[in-house]
């Protein structure tokens, strides 16, 4: 089976530029997370999609950050315009859950800093 | 508000000590609570819990949860150097209409030969 997919693996780029990371779950996971780690900290969930729908994206800065998941499967978040505290690993996870309790599997991520 | 909390925050050991780390949390309706590795970026899955007092295993790997206390443990026996790696503990729970995981900031684990 293969594992979560996330693209690119590194990504610099200067304060105020944009940025996308793109990621595709496993085969068949109904629910796809991106989350926000920044360097000695857990994991922070920014937005949960179940299929094609946002189920939460409380912790979402919202006026720089976006994301969709067209078609239920592939996903992309966008940071618009990049700040400094930005910097962080961007985590992609996906699940089979539907309604069953299931485990994360999380893809190899994305490095970004923000010069 | 949910939280989970993970002790101690660092640990070094030599190789061949038994190490225990510990998780606790709050978290509303609880319905599991994993464990997992991260060595480079990517955590890797170790065990999901979701009942008392049963123990996980894998190699020389365990855990056990209590869910009375509110908390688990995750032990390594005869430590090696490829078990340096940050140590993840999640807690899956129901908030705002849906299951959510929280996160707790990990335990750094270095194994020195």
């Known amino acids: 089976e293969a594992g979560v997919a996330q693209s690119p693996r590194y990504k610099i780029i200067e304060k105020r530029q944009s940025v996308a990371f793109w990621c595709n779950p496993i085969?068949?996971?109904?629910?796809l997370y991106w989350y926000q780690q920044i360097l000695g900290q857990g994991p922070k969930l920014l937005i949960q999609f179940q299929n094609n729908g946002v189920v939460d994206d409380s912790q979402l800065p919202k006026d720089r950050f976006s994301a969709e998941r067209l078609k239920g499967v592939d996903s992309t978040l966008k940071i618009q315009p990049a700040k400094l505290e930005d910097s962080a690993v961007y985590l992609c996870?996906?699940?089979?859950?539907?309604?069953?309790?299931?485990?994360?599997?999380f893809g190899n991520g994305t490095r970004l800093t923000v010069t | 508000e949910d939280k989970v909390v993970q002790s101690p925050l660092s640990l070094v050991v030599h190789e061949g000590d038994t190490v225990t780390l510990n998780c606790s949390y709050e978290v509303t309706n609880f319905r599991s609570l994993l464990w997992y590795k991260q060595e480079k970026k990517a955590p890797t899955f170790l065990f999901m819990l979701?009942?008392?007092?049963i123990e996980k295993k894998s190699g020389r790997l365990s855990s056990i949860l209590d869910k009375k206390e509110l908390f688990s443990i995750l032990n390594i026996t005869a430590t090696q150097t490829g078990d340096s790696a940050i140590y993840l503990c999640a807690v899956e729970g129901w908030a705002s209409g849906t299951y959510k995981y929280i996160f707790g900031t990990g335990t750094r684990l270095k194994v020195l030969a």
């Open positions: 085969s068949g996971h109904a629910t």
């Open positions: 996870a996906s699940s089979s859950k539907t309604g069953a309790v299931s485990p994360l599997h």
């Open positions: 979701t009942s008392s007092g």
